[in-house]
């Protein structure tokens, strides 16, 4: 296949620098958005007189017709022809003749490959989306079934306060709502639309940029051209919130794994997002949890991979930008594959609920309402920190729990204990006494999936 850019060369490429040079391997993906915009590109160059009419309906019926033969795998694209923007305009050109020869008048492949990944990367963001709403769905629904779910909550990975398994997935529901803000923020500055723009300085050609942006949907143009082809900081900002979102997806995970010990023992995860051991027949290992937790590094990998690329770049485009496609893609096949299978699993999860009231029990979880309970009779927290200290002490040394201890020695610690010190120390004693906005308390959960069912999707 000859090139296209042929005419200043006195030797062909070899075998191996068309291969190493090729990117139709990877963004073969794009045929679609490379279709969409030509088909743009060419209304455009007729509605400006620069196509005929006849012209632009020639090229845009052809296009479509390729798009359905790609789709019908009756169309192989080359190594020669070194991209998909150069593949389809070979077929394009090889159907209608020297018509589709006329299709790149005003545009370079630097702004048509700009405007095909933003294309690309705009419909990634909706899917997305649209997963991370599916997943917030199935949060509120859990929590709404485990109001009453007494658990113990941590921090330092030791047990802290009584909380419920609700306020525990509307922890997660405000992180993933976080994550769609982000997307839904990246999603703006990346439809900005890079087409128009030329190889960096623009076209000689009386174009309409404004009409290119209505057609495919963009909010507004770039407004500066050598910006317009080189800028790539969606596609960093992509990976960065998919970097987030895959964070958070891996604590989820990480907490999923811990409950699932025996030594934990809060939920039993599904025999159908589980595997087991070819050697040990008792095993039943949570996997699609921990690939998820491992996969969080190959989307980071993505991440730093292309910040690495374009850190020392000169304006304008350089060649090195053809490696920001692959680290974009990986990433949006991940994350959608890890909120898929998260959400399915997460959704068959038992909860042994029994188990995490219990151990509320154990750990002192009671204890800072304890000293709150002393506060109440007028003692200084800091006295009541170092009271109730010492009680757990020597309850530790007894193997018992503050509501075990009788009233009588309770008053040996502080005359200020009464008898009702007791109802005041149970788990749900402890969450419903939480009076501030956006705690564990009963009320508040109720307040919080009240918000999350109004929460603009």
Excluded at 78 to 89: A, C, P, Q, V, Y
Aim: aromatic residues 8%; charged residues 30%.
């Amino acid at each position: 296949m000859a090139k296209m850019w042929k005419g200043r060369f006195t030797k062909t490429a070899t075998q191996s620098a068309n291969e190493f040079n090729a990117s139709i391997t990877f963004d073969k993906r794009m045929y679609a958005q490379d279709i969409e915009g030509s088909c743009a590109h060419a209304k455009m160059l007729a509605k400006q007189g620069i196509l005929t009419a006849d012209e632009a309906e020639a090229i845009t019926s052809a296009l479509n017709e390729i798009r359905k033969d790609i789709e019908d795998g009756k169309i192989e694209f080359t190594i020669e022809g070194e991209d998909i923007h150069m593949n389809i305009e070979t077929v394009l050109t090889e159907r209608i003749g020297d018509i589709g020869k006329k299709l790149h008048t005003a545009r370079s492949r630097n702004d048509q490959v700009a405007v095909d990944f933003r294309l690309y990367m705009r419909n990634e963001i909706d899917s997305i989306t649209e997963l991370l709403e599916i997943l917030k769905r199935t949060l509120v629904g859990i929590a709404e079934k485990n109001q009453d779910t007494v658990m113990p909550g941590y921090t330092h990975l030791q047990r802290a306060q009584p909380v419920t398994l609700a306020h525990y997935m509307m922890a997660y529901f405000n992180m993933f709502s976080r994550d769609s803000e982000r997307f839904r923020d990246c999603r703006r500055r990346t439809n900005r639309l890079p087409l128009g723009s030329g190889a960096l300085a623009g076209t000689t050609y009386s174009t309409d940029r404004d009409f290119l942006a209505e057609e495919l949907g963009f909010d507004e143009i770039c407004p500066n051209s050598i910006d317009a082809v080189s800028d790539r900081d969606f596609a960093l900002e992509f990976l960065s919130d998919a970097s987030i979102c895959m964070m958070h997806l891996s604590r989820f995970c990480e907490e999923l794994i811990l409950w699932n010990s025996t030594e934990f023992g809060f939920i039993e995860m599904d025999d159908s997002f589980a595997t087991g051991s070819s050697i040990m027949p008792q095993k039943k290992n949570p996997d699609m949890a921990e690939l998820i937790r491992g996969k969080a590094g190959r989307v980071y990998g993505d991440m730093i991979a292309l910040f690495t690329i374009m850190k020392s770049l000169p304006l304008a485009y350089n060649k090195d930008m053809q490696e920001d496609k692959p680290p974009c893609f990986d990433a949006a096949d991940t994350l959608k594959a890890c909120i898929s299978i998260f959400t399915e699993m997460i959704s068959t999860v038992t909860f042994n609920r029994e188990t995490m009231r219990s151990a509320v029990k154990y750990g002192f979880m009671n204890a800072t309402d304890a000293a709150d309970y002393l506060v109440r009779k007028g003692i200084p927290f800091r006295d009541c920190h170092e009271i109730i200290g010492k009680l757990v002490l020597y309850c530790i040394n007894e193997n018992t729990a503050i509501e075990d201890v009788p009233l009588e020695k309770l008053r040996e610690f502080s005359d200020k204990f009464d008898g009702d010190i007791y109802e005041n120390i149970t788990p749900e004693a402890c969450i419903r006494a939480k009076k501030s906005s956006g705690s564990t308390s009963f009320d508040s959960v109720k307040k919080q999936l009240a918000a999350a069912e109004k929460q603009e999707v």
